[in-house]
């Protein structure tokens, strides 16, 4: 099988869907944070406070190309589309799926998060809204996409599972 790589906004359900397809398909499942937090040992907001956000994304892409694309469900970070570099590994190496999720969603289940450094401080509807809509169309460069938004996790993975067959 080849990878499938989940994609989508903070919050749209990556690393949810990837575990429960990784139980589903007994496929192993790795998340590209988790992978950066083990090479680096410090925490996504640690890494964003000390060393900014482009030595972040650095490691992102090395993460992203370092970790194996047969059999496997890979839940990347939500800025992974950032880079054109990325969007072209992830599409030549596997199948990119979308998770669509709208921003006012989005807010409620991110609800009480304080995980996400770009989500921090004031007024994060405003904050959602201006990321989600920078990015909307690099994440719609996937192979698919499938809509979240009011859908339970259970449909959401059957979904997939049609699609990859
Ligand atoms: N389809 C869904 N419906 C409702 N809540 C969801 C759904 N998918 C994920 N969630 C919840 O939203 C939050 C963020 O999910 P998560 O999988 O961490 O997103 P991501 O990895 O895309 O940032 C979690 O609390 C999770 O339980
Ligand atoms: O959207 C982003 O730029 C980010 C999303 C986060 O991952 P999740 O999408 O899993 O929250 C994490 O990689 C980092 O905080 C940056």
């Not at 994304?57 to 800025?79: A, D, V």
């Amino acid at each position: 099988m080849r990878a499938i790589y989940l994609t989508g906004f903070m919050g749209s359900g990556k690393t949810t869907i990837a575990e429960k397809l990784s139980f589903e398909l007994t496929v192993p499942t790795i998340d590209t944070d988790d992978h950066i937090e083990e090479v680096t040992g410090k925490a996504i907001p640690d890494i964003f406070a000390s060393e900014g956000e482009e030595a972040f994304r650095k490691y992102e892409s090395q993460s992203l190309e370092s970790i194996p694309n047969k059999n496997i469900i890979i839940s990347t970070g939500g800025g992974i589309i950032l880079k054109e570099q990325n969007r072209e590994f992830m599409k030549k190496h596997g199948i990119v799926i979308y998770l669509h999720c709208d921003p006012e969603e989005i807010l409620k289940r991110l609800e009480g998060d304080s995980s996400r450094p770009l989500l921090k401080g004031d007024n994060r509807k405003a904050k959602i809204e201006s990321i989600f809509s920078e990015r909307l169309s690099l994440y719609r460069e996937a192979h698919f996409e499938i809509d979240t938004t009011n859908r339970s996790v259970s449909e959401i993975a059957e979904e997939i599972q049609d699609i990859i067959g």
